[in-house]
């Protein structure tokens, strides 16, 4: 008994993967809850975007009928980062958006956001982004898309639609400023995510700018209750 319970102890002196995983996911899934109730006019805007991205998705099935699993599978996360990451490239080039966007904006948003998806599904091997290509059997995310009957002309499709969207009602609510839509975007992204932390697009363009902005997710403080349960005396149940 006590030597299981030096080898237990012993195995607990840092934190494991699947621990830290838990941690940060549950504390973040809280702080985001709890910013969306401090902000109900964000919550708001947020649930709008949250309906053109169930409208987009039910267009596809109306005109695709049939059950489509790979539209689960990180997708619709996949499409959000990929805005974000369009947005944001295009700061330095677009200031400020008119209150009306143009239609070549939009186009220009759509068509990047495309490349940024498609190459995020052609990049991942298996069925999610975190798997990596193991052996020669082994396809892409994108070609179980394909053998899956959604090809890239339909997801295309989709996610110009859903830029659209996003993009011409965000801005005229904001009058064009990029900012606030960003924010959204991100926050959206996450909750949509079933794997933040093993999903990279997701992890790059929209976790660690919550994490380094410190005002949606409190970063800081539960670092430091995570830190502080690891480092505490482990003794065996008794």
């Not at 902000?39 to 169930?54: C, D, F, L, T, Y």
Request: hydrophobic share 40%; charged share 25%.
């Amino acid at each position: 008994m006590k030597k299981q319970e030096k080898t237990h102890r012993s195995s607990r002196k840092t934190p494991r993967r699947g621990d830290a995983t838990a941690f940060f996911d549950s504390s973040r899934s809280v702080d985001i809850v709890d910013w969306l109730v401090a902000n109900p006019s964000e919550r708001e805007k947020i649930e709008w975007m949250a309906r053109q991205v169930g409208d987009t998705c039910e267009q596809v099935l109306k005109q695709h009928p049939g059950t489509h699993p790979r539209l689960a599978d990180h997708f619709w996360c996949d499409v959000l980062a990929a805005l974000v990451q369009a947005l944001t490239e295009a700061l330095d080039e677009i200031d400020k958006f008119p209150s009306r966007v143009s239609q070549f904006t939009v186009d220009l948003l759509g068509a990047r956001t495309w490349e940024a998806v498609h190459a995020q599904r052609v990049g991942s091997k298996g069925n999610a982004p975190c798997q990596q290509k193991k052996t020669r059997k082994t396809v892409s995310r994108a070609d179980n898309d394909v053998a899956a009957g959604l090809h890239d002309a339909i997801l295309e499709k989709a996610v110009k639609d859903l830029v659209t969207a996003l993009i011409t009602g965000a801005t005229e609510a904001t009058h064009g400023a990029l900012d606030p839509i960003i924010l959204r975007l991100r926050i959206l992204a996450i909750l949509f995510c079933p794997d933040p932390y093993a999903h990279k697009a997701v992890w790059d363009y929209c976790v660690v700018p919550l994490l380094k902005q410190g005002i949606v997710i409190r970063s800081q403080n539960y670092l430091q209750q995570f830190y502080d349960m690891f480092k505490q005396q482990w003794t065996w149940p008794t």
